[in-house]
């Protein structure tokens, strides 16, 4: 009697485990992340367990270090230590990013020890591109966490002066909870800075239908009266 | 049922008495203590990273000390029944071994509210000492005058109180841990070895649910190993379940309905692990 109770426990128990287990595979709880992405970033967990915050933290506190001290290697060593410790922190992709793309390069343009401006160009692409790889690894971990794709969009805008590319971000980030009104008007300018008028016209007014929010809709109302207006003066032309 | 009641809160009672004696309770308590007590040195961070850095190194601190003492304290507890030969004069008694495992693990649950609570309160305090600091800079810093909204806006990522669910979260991990130190000691002839395998599984735990869903989901896979990670998975823990305390030290303030997978689970995993600790212990002869 007593084997049988507990045969029924652990059938009992095992299969609510097995229930519980199952009901943790659905659709919503997977990522874009590579097999061996999340293996790793599973075995740092079980590895390092409460710490593995904390390193993280540690790692970023010698971010801010080498930044200081302009070392940009050592910086981007400490970045990757950082995400890769704590992928869900998504202040380490937004800041780290913005001191590759930003900090980072813009030190290389105005390295003083360095005499060839061509090199100095160089290093400054790099760092961009450095910045645009990290942020575009951070939106395979939170695609759809609009912060991402909107420092992702403004640094296709303001470093790469790839409008196309900052208004596909900042559109797809205009579109994810949370996003704030701003998010969908970047992505008219973005149009705009393009040169595309015709698509920046019918984007306002298209937001302009769908926004509800006042302030939103006069914001949106002077940029349409703006462009309407420049319009009849000179054709729109891309930014160099 | 009264009867029954009576006896497991009297074993449990002394089980608390016996873990409170022990050094290893101190030997953990003593650095997690003292580790919490390092945070001030951490300072030079703006008001957003000090915030984090303080709840994932109070946390983190619970968390690893935790899975220690959860680990050790258990399996030193039901080795040293079975080396003082303390487990002859309680299961001399009537006294079932179900209840007697039952005991270990409610006792020992007992331990760690009280560790987590200790631990808790003194991370609570370690808050309320930066709360002014942090503020104070972050007025400094700001461009405008905050008003009294956004002060209180600041407060409130200070002192989230979903950091309390977090804690509970770990509090489950933490008895599941222990659920699993005491089906290793209803085996195991050292603590050593019931200790190693406690470790082990709380690692491969981390892994158990990324290796169900590659089974799941690849192709060409042979069926030996298909049957091995089947295995593994109706086995070992998966410590997915826990990761919503991360989300919450994140800065997220999910419902109480968040608990529920984390409780579910645990209790779930609890009843099985009860079931088979009694099979193995029932089958052990004690000479």
């Known amino acids: 009697m007593k084997r049988v109770l507990l045969i029924l426990m652990i059938v009992w128990g095992g299969g609510g485990k097995l229930f519980y287990e199952g009901m943790n595979l659905s659709p919503e709880n997977k990522t874009s992340l590579s097999w061996g992405n999340r293996f790793e970033q599973q075995l740092i967990c079980g590895v390092l367990g409460g710490w593995r915050p904390v390193v993280a933290d540690l790692a970023w506190l010698r971010v801010t270090t080498s930044w200081e001290s302009r070392q940009w290697s050592r910086l981007h060593e400490n970045i990757r230590m950082a995400v890769r410790m704590q992928p869900e922190s998504l202040l380490f992709w937004d800041i780290g990013a913005w001191h590759l793309a930003w900090n980072a390069s813009l030190g290389e343009r105005n390295n003083r020890l360095e005499s060839q401006m061509e090199k100095r160009h160089e290093r400054e692409l790099y760092w961009i591109e450095q910045g645009r790889s990290l942020l575009e690894e951070g939106v395979r971990y939170h695609p759809n966490h609009f912060k991402i794709w909107l420092q992702l969009g403004l640094l296709h805008q303001e470093r790469r002066h790839d409008f196309g590319a900052a208004y596909d971000c900042f559109l797809r980030a205009s579109h994810l909870e949370g996003a704030p009104g701003y998010v969908a008007r970047l992505a008219g300018y973005a149009l705009e800075k393009q040169g595309d008028r015709a698509r920046a016209l019918e984007y306002w007014n298209d937001l302009l239908e769908r926004s509800s929010n006042p302030a939103d809709r006069t914001l949106i109302e002077k940029r349409l009266l703006k462009l309407e207006k420049d319009s009849m003066i000179s054709p729109l032309k891309p930014l160099p | ?287």
């Open chain 2, 1 to 287: 049922m009264r009867a029954l009641g009576f006896r497991v809160a009297t074993l449990t009672g002394l089980i608390v008495r016996e873990l409170l004696r022990q050094n290893v309770l101190y030997l953990i308590l003593i650095p997690a203590v003292l580790t919490l007590l390092t945070l001030p040195l951490f300072t030079a961070l703006t008001f957003e990273e000090q915030i984090k850095f303080t709840r994932d190194f109070c946390y983190g601190t619970m968390s690893i000390f935790g899975v220690f003492l959860a680990i050790i304290a258990t399996a030193q507890s039901i080795s040293n029944d079975l080396e003082q030969k303390t487990i002859f004069t309680i299961l001399a008694k009537p006294i079932d071994r179900w209840e007697y495992l039952f005991s270990k693990g409610l006792g020992m649950s007992w331990i760690l509210f009280l560790a987590l609570l200790i631990l808790g309160v003194l991370s609570a305090g370690l808050f309320a000492l930066q709360e002014k600091g942090l503020i104070e800079a972050a007025v400094g810093n700001a461009t405008h005058p905050l008003s009294a909204q956004e002060l209180q806006g600041l407060r409130d990522q200070i002192w989230n109180p979903a950091l309390l669910m977090a804690l509970l979260i770990l509090y489950f991990k933490l008895i599941l841990m222990v659920g699993f130190t005491i089906l290793f000691s209803t085996v195991a002839s050292s603590s050593l070895f019931t200790i190693f395998t406690s470790l082990m599984i709380y690692v491969i735990g981390h892994l158990q649910s990324t290796a169900r869903e590659w089974m799941m989901s690849s192709e060409g896979i042979s069926v030996g190993m298909k049957w091995g990670v089947g295995f593994m998975t109706v086995i070992l823990p998966d410590m997915s379940f826990y990761e919503g305390a991360d989300r919450i030290l994140m800065g997220a303030s999910p419902g109480l309905s968040s608990l529920i997978p984390s409780f579910g689970y645990t209790f779930f995993n609890l009843f099985w692990i009860l079931g088979l600790s009694t099979w193995l212990f029932e089958s052990r002869d004690f000479r």
